[in-house]
């Protein structure tokens, strides 16, 4: 009595699962997974009858962002300036090498630029009516003017303000500006151009030069005859 032989093997291809349809999330799975694992979170997802797993959504959180608003007085907003021009400005005040009228002056109108612009729209009598206000408050003196125009004229001198016509004023923005860096360097890009890029013109050269001591001018109403460009010899 013989057994019957051992059936074979069929040997051929045997059957591949279909590859799933193009654009379908379940392929990428695995590498959601993954994703989860390293987030510390896990992928939520259902199975569908294939045994592949169906992306339902993806959750982010945004912390808060630490930026605050600057809180400064009055309704103006603010400006930029430079540290080393500021305390310049303190330096050239206590050597008397600049005039308080010039000082006064500057100020006024850098603290009235016209945002983006670097310039104040400012003619000579609203500057000199600007500085009176609280001077003409208090019945105090007041200062004229000539004394601004001579101001004007002395600070054009030093590169910190230049004319552009038309009660314009030109402040050097390197020196004191209100605006976004983008617009400081705009704005320097139009200045350059109206000097021919000359290194040595404004807004580049900045006064006055060298600080020898002068006499402090405190009284406003009186004519600053004795002055030569802004300045008045002791000895």
Excluded at 131 to 138: D, E, H, P, R, S
Aim: aromatic share 8%; glycine share 12%; net charge neutral.
């Amino acid at each position: 009595m013989t057994s019957d032989p051992p059936a074979r093997r069929r040997r051929g291809p045997r059957p591949v699962p279909a590859p799933a349809p193009a654009g379908d999330d379940a392929e990428f799975g695995d590498i959601l997974a993954v994703l989860g694992q390293q987030l510390g979170e896990k992928v939520a997802s259902t199975a569908d009858p294939s045994g592949r797993r169906r992306l339902k959504g993806v959750h982010f959180e945004y912390a808060a962002d630490p930026k605050a608003v600057h809180d400064m007085a009055g309704g103006a907003g603010y400006s930029l300036a430079s540290n080393w021009f500021t305390q310049l400005l303190a330096q050239l005040a206590v050597a008397n090498s600049i005039t308080k009228s010039q000082l006064c002056v500057f100020l006024f109108v850098a603290g009235g630029q016209v945002p983006g612009t670097g310039i104040a729209q400012y003619t000579q009598q609203e500057i000199t009516d600007g500085l009176n206000t609280i001077a003409a408050q208090k019945g105090g003196k007041m200062i004229t003017r000539s004394t601004v125009n001579r101001a004007v004229q002395a600070l054009c001198g030093y590169n910190w303000v230049e004319k552009v016509g038309n009660g314009r004023i030109q402040i050097n923005v390197r020196l004191w500006f209100q605006g976004s860096s983008t617009a400081q360097h705009d704005v320097l890009a139009e200045i350059a151009d109206r000097h021919e890029h000359d290194p040595g013109a404004f807004p580049y050269a900045v006064g006055p030069e060298g600080a020898h001591q002068e006499e402090l001018e405190l009284d406003f109403g009186v004519e600053e005859s004795a002055y030569r460009g802004g300045r008045k010899r002791t000895g």
